[in-house]
């Protein structure tokens, strides 16, 4: 069964960092290209970025760029994202999403909430 | 990489149809035939419910169908059913290995 776990979020203070995580199990990791989706509280979903399955390409979105930085670990099936600087606006829960290598996403993990206030 | 457009809600009674658009542009909905469709339930992560514009994952009832004329998308329920109510969102790819969502649309069955 795939299982997709992000873990990480938490409260932190404007201007702060955090790394999140996302953890793969129950599919070839090393196979797919992976995303991170972002959804503040009572608003849409948002793409952020994705990675490719070797860590070779990634992309980001206007919005994050500069600021957040995805990356992998293949041996570990995990997937994490760098998040900088971080602003009231980012607050949203963090979704990670396997890409079926045919631009799309099937499968996504429950999300964890980033929450920046001082 | 603005977000795609979509009405804020539709509603229909139970076995009536509704149909939700998605309008972007050439650099996106309109220059790709990669839309998908995503249902999502308060409190729970997005399913994937169309991709490649017109496809049904294994799963998804075949009430729910998609189309794309230019650059406006859509997602037609047939039928609705209560299990139906929830959030809507159209996704394109938009080149460059980016993606963007629509602004997502509540569907409410009376």
């Known amino acids: 069964e795939v299982q997709l776990v992000e873990s990480g979020g938490t409260l932190v203070q404007p201007g702060g960092s955090l790394r999140l995580s996302c953890a793969a199990s129950g599919f070839t990791f090393s196979g797919h290209w992976m995303h991170w989706v972002r959804q503040a509280p009572g608003e849409g979903l948002v793409w952020i970025s994705l990675?490719?399955?070797?860590?070779?390409?990634?992309a980001y979105a206007d919005s994050v760029k500069g600021r957040f930085s995805v990356s992998r670990d293949n041996a570990k099936n995990t997937l994490y994202l760098q998040v900088n600087d971080l602003r009231a606006e980012d607050t949203a829960v963090y979704y990670c999403?396997?890409?079926?290598?045919?631009?799309?996403?099937?499968?996504w993990g429950q999300g964890t909430l980033v929450t920046v206030s001082s | 990489q603005s977000a795609l457009t979509q009405p804020r809600s539709v509603s229909g009674s139970p076995g009536q149809s509704v149909t939700i658009s998605c309008t972007g542009t050439s650099s996106d909905v309109g220059g790709y035939y990669y839309v998908s469709w995503y249902q999502q339930h308060p409190g729970k992560a997005p399913k994937l419910m169309i991709y490649d514009v017109t496809k049904r994952p294994s799963g998804v009832p075949d009430r729910f169908s998609g189309s794309k004329s230019g650059s406006t998308a859509s997602l037609t329920i047939s039928g609705l059913h209560a299990e139906d109510e929830a959030d809507y969102y159209c996704y394109s790819y938009a080149g460059s290995f980016t993606y963007v969502f629509g602004t997502g649309t509540k569907v409410t069955v009376l």
């Open positions: 999403a396997r890409d079926t290598s045919g631009f799309t996403n099937d499968y």
């Open positions: 990675i490719h399955p070797d860590g070779s390409a990634t």
